[in-house]
């Protein structure tokens, strides 16, 4: 079963930074794509910025030039750096996995519990 596990969460003042890390257990056959999602109470969640098993990046149109999904080699952790933070980025934020477990399952959906980021003064 795979399990993803969050980190890097917290306070941090409008202007600041955080990295968010993303790591994943258990057995992993193959995968399509990791993203990073958020959500705040009342609203759907909503994507953030996906990486392809190519490598190729998408992002939000209100994270763009700000946030960078990047991931160093296979088996490392997925991380979300995240630059001049501004109030309304302040959600929680969940890593999700769409990958294969075994050869012959099919793709999947995986999600953390996440973490929440707060950006205030």
């Known amino acids: 079963q795979v399990q993803l596990v969050e980190s890097g969460g917290g306070l941090v003042q409008p202007g600041g930074s955080l990295r968010l890390s993303c790591a994943a257990s258990g057995s992993i056959f193959s995968f399509n794509a990791w993203g990073w999602y958020r959500q705040v109470p009342g609203k759907q969640r909503e994507l953030v910025a996906v990486?392809?098993?190519?490598?190729?990046?998408n992002y939000a149109d209100s994270v763009k030039g700000r946030f960078t999904i990047s991931r160093d080699h296979a088996k490392s952790p997925v991380y979300l750096q995240m630059n001049s933070l501004k109030p309304e980025d302040t959600a929680v934020y969940y890593c999700n996995l769409d990958a294969k477990d075994s050869r012959f399952s099919p793709a999947r959906d995986y999600w953390g519990k996440g973490t929440l980021v707060t950006v205030s003064s």
């Open positions: 990486i392809t098993s190519v490598l190729s990046t």
